[in-house]
T-cell receptor, first 116, second 118 residues
Framework: AQKITQTQPGMFVQEKEAVTLDCTYDTSDQSYGLFWYKQPSSGEMIFLIYQGSYDEQNATEGRYSLNFQKARKSANLVISASQLGDSAMYFCAMRERAGANSKLTFGKGITLSVRP | GAVVSQHPSWVICKSGTSVKIECRSLDFQATTMFWYRQFPKQSLMLMATSNEGSKATYEQGVEKDKFLINHASLTLSTLTVTSAHPEDSSFYIC??????????????FGPGTRLTVL
């Protein structure tokens, strides 16, 4: 079974509107971390937001917020007030089991296009 | 924030030659570095995990004799693609984890190296 599932093939949003990018995950660990990264066409991976499995509050970072529903095992990214520069590929990722060698597992990504 | 550099940013080589890609953590010490491969419009695939001073751990299906990884210091890891072939053409990304960070600190990614093998 896939550990990180991103099923939306591509998303379009009008500039200044909000958009939600879906992510579900699968793990039997109690302690894990969830991440969202943005990858523009230049290829660099830009860290956006992190949510720990024990965090009671949803993470927020500026225009980014993470809608964490632990029972549903979902960690959707919400981008408010979309900007043209938000057009990129977005990856959800999970790290299980703390430790120096614990690995990030990535979803297959979602392409977001912001329309002017 | 923490910075990871990669060199070169792009490289074109002839089939059969070897190519070395460097990954450096510029302002922190990285006990663990990760090497990923990414094909266009696809996800990042972890190739190997390297720890300073020890042998890299390769993911299943990754040929360790073809993709040589050396993590010689706390700030430098290298990936050498030996006897490169056109199917090795891809985007290679390194990532480093801060030695001083907590267990779930985010990994810092390099800008990637685009390899084209003719």
């Amino acid at each position: 079974a896939q550990k990180i599932t991103q099923t939306q093939p591509g998303m379009f949003v009008q500039e200044k509107e909000a958009v939600t990018l879906d992510c579900t995950y699968d793990t039997s660990d109690q302690s894990y971390g969830l991440f969202w990264y943005k990858q523009p066409s230049s290829g660099e991976m830009i860290f956006l937001i992190y949510q720990g499995s024990y965090d009671e509050q949803n993470a927020t970072e500026g225009r980014y917020s993470l809608n964490f529903q632990k029972a549903r095992k979902s960690a959707n990214l919400v981008i408010s007030a979309s900007q043209l520069g938000d057009s990129a590929m977005y990856f959800c990722a999970m790290r299980e089991r703390a430790g120096a060698n614990s690995k990030l597992t990535f979803g297959k990504g979602i392409t977001l296009s912001v329309r002017p | 924030g923490a910075v990871v550099s990669q060199h070169p940013s792009w490289v074109i080589c002839k089939s059969g030659t070897s190519v070395k890609i460097e990954c450096r953590s510029l302002d922190f010490q990285a006990t663990t570095m990760f090497w990923y491969r990414q094909f266009p419009k696809q996800s990042l695939m972890l190739m190997a995990t390297s720890n300073e001073g020890s042998k890299a751990t390769y993911e299943q299906g990754v040929e360790k004799d073809k993709f040589l990884i050396n993590h010689a210091s706390l700030t430098l890891s290298t990936l050498t693609v030996t006897s490169a072939h056109p199917e090795d053409s891809s985007f290679y990304i390194c990532s480093a984890r801060d030695k001083g960070g907590g267990p779930y600190n985010e990994q810092f990614f390099g800008p990637g190296t685009r390899l084209t093998v003719l």
